[in-house]
């Protein structure tokens, strides 16, 4: 059964940190893209990073304080977001992507607040 599964949500202080992690099963991960999404109440959904085996891009909103890794041993790809703002306030959601065929997950709610 294929699944990704984020974790590492949470509350937290405008400036501060946390770590978003995907966890992969039932397809071959390391063979996939992987990409972060979010999505803001009231808003449309937003491709924040993406990594392949080559490259890592992000959008221009969080270019220099996210930071999209992986760990193909683990099967898992990490956001690790630093400088959170009001605005990254959002549902983070995994993606694994490979030609026509992609995953998502169920995501994991991000609130900056103080």
């Known amino acids: 059964q294929v699944q990704l599964v984020e974790s590492g949500g949470g509350l937290v202080q405008p400036g501060g940190s946390l770590r978003l992690s995907c966890l992969a099963s039932?397809?071959?991960?390391?063979?996939?893209?992987m990409r972060w999404y979010r999505q803001a109440p009231g808003k449309e959904r937003e491709l924040v990073a993406a990594?392949?085996?080559?490259?890592?891009n992000y959008a221009d909103s969080v270019k220099g304080r996210f930071t999209i890794s992986r760990d193909n041993t683990k099967n898992t790809g990490y956001l690790q977001m630093s400088s959170l703002k009001p605005e990254d306030t959002a549902v983070y959601y995994c993606n694994a992507i490979r030609d026509l065929r992609q995953y998502w997950g169920k995501g994991t709610l991000v609130t900056v607040s103080s």
């Open positions: 990594i392949t085996s080559f490259s890592t």
């Open positions: 039932g397809f071959s991960f390391s063979n996939y893209a």
